[in-house]
């Protein structure tokens, strides 16, 4: 609506002599924001002078004309932009004028990945302490000391919601989630040789999401998710727990590997920091709390990596694993490297080592189902002075026979 000169100075004039938009809008019978967004433009023309100067204006411009003089305020500029301690740069949007000279630009930060894990890693510092110790489990009485057995598990996305009749592979929810994870280790403790060592080697996307929202933390995708978050968190420690007794009661030693990875970054940290705290005092279990991406294992002339599979795959992994790790990788004379992400099977033989990448157990969401895979998990059995002694595969639908999985 067009506002004559007459209304406006008698708006000005009513701002002035109560120093208030609410009370000089009260005496003229408008709205508020009516009047304050009036007196605004009417300041950003130079159309009221100086007399005051608005709040939250500047004076940008006068000009000397023969019908008087005019002066030109505008919005003040806010104070120089700083990036806040443990922030990082995430987007900047810049508007430019015809030669390329910057108009205006919007800088978009976000909290730093270190910031966020040092965040983590100081949470679980301040109450791990307080965490009950497990008790010792008898060792058992017999193993064959040259052998270590790697069960593999990667990507079992606890929390993941699929309907078969959707994908065409099968529910998969929290409930059997569990139930499958641990039926698979029941049977493949019970077919593996009786080594001294053993490594639970958990490659990363153990959980479906990192947080209250189902998303992915990286790239804020939508995922199917079954479940409340504390239900998923509280499956993946009994889980977790229920597992390394089970290996205790077979092996002597256990290394616990639990790889970074893009769905479950934080949860990865929270589980094996919780672990390691759990377990401090049984000494038959090392859990590797190493925070980087990258991880090893040495078993006299065998090395073997791991890596979730998100920052390198099967065709370029081996390259970092040596360069991050070339005193062990020196140090041995065979080595495999272990990934997962692709939810695919794969082996391939570089000039450095076998490096494998593993399917999952899990049954595939609605996005998953566009790529076709099996479902399975592996235990190997490595000798220290051979390298690979043979391995046991185990389907999904094999040891779920006879179980319902009805979502």
Same mark, same amino acid.
């Given at each position: ?16 002599? /109560?120093?208030?938009?609410? &009370?000089?809008?009260? $005496?003229? *019978?408008? %709205?508020?924001?009516? @009047?304050?967004?009036?007196? =605004? ?115 079992? /996305?606890?929390?993941?919601? &699929?309907?078969?009749? $959707?994908? *065409?592979? %099968?529910?998969?929810? @929290?409930?059997?989630?569990? =139930? ?128 979730? %599979? ?98």
């Amino acid at each position: 609506m067009k506002i004559s000169k007459e209304e406006l100075e008698a708006r000005h004039a009513a701002y002035l002599k /109560h120093g208030s938009y609410r &009370a000089a809008a009260q $005496e003229l *019978g408008i %709205g508020k924001t009516a @009047l304050q967004e009036c007196l =605004q433009r009417a300041a950003r023309k130079g159309m009221l002078g100086t007399s005051p100067v608005m709040p939250g204006f500047e004076i940008t411009k006068v000009s000397n004309t023969p019908r008087g003089d005019y002066v030109q305020q505008k919005q003040k500029k806010g104070p120089v932009f700083e990036l806040p301690d443990g922030f990082l740069p995430k987007r900047i949007s810049n508007l430019s004028d015809g030669q390329g000279r910057t108009i205006a630009r919007w800088d978009i930060v976000e909290p730093s990945k270190e910031q966020q894990a040092n965040a983590m890693r100081a949470a679980v510092e301040a109450f791990k302490e307080e965490i009950p110790r497990a008790p010792a489990i008898d060792a058992p009485a017999h193993t064959l000391s040259d052998l270590l057995n790697q069960y593999t598990i990667t990507d079992h /996305h606890l929390g993941a919601l &699929a309907w078969g009749e $959707e994908t *065409g592979s %099968g529910d998969y929810d @929290l409930r059997i989630g569990e =139930q499958l994870i641990l039926r698979w280790f029941a049977a493949a403790i019970a077919q593996s040789p009786p080594a001294e060592r053993a490594v639970f080697a958990q490659l990363g996307d153990f959980l479906h999401y990192d947080s209250f929202r189902s998303l992915t933390p990286e790239h804020g995708h939508h995922l199917d998710s079954d479940s409340r978050y504390p239900k998923m968190v509280r499956a993946a420690i009994r889980i977790v727990r229920t597992v390394i007794h089970m290996l205790l009661e077979k092996h002597k030693r256990l290394d616990v590997i639990m790889c970074d990875a893009n769905h479950d970054p934080a949860g990865e940290v929270w589980l094996r920091e919780m672990m390691a705290a759990f377990y401090d005092d049984e000494p038959r279990v090392r859990v590797d709390t190493n925070p980087g991406t990258y991880s090893v294992i040495e078993h006299g002339d065998v090395s073997l990596f791991y890596h979730h %599979g998100h920052r390198r795959g099967v065709k370029n992994v081996d390259s970092i694993l040596v360069g991050k790790y070339r005193e062990i990788y020196g140090r041995t004379s065979i080595s495999y490297a272990h990934t997962g992400h692709k939810h695919a099977d794969e082996l391939k033989t570089t000039d450095l080592m076998k490096v494998e990448q593993h399917e999952t157990l899990a049954a595939p969401d609605a996005y998953g189902s566009n790529w076709l895979s099996g479902r399975s998990a592996k235990v190997i059995t490595y000798h220290k002075r051979f390298g690979e002694d043979g391995r046991v595969t185990l389907s999904a639908a094999r040891v779920m026979q006879g179980a319902s999985t009805c979502a």
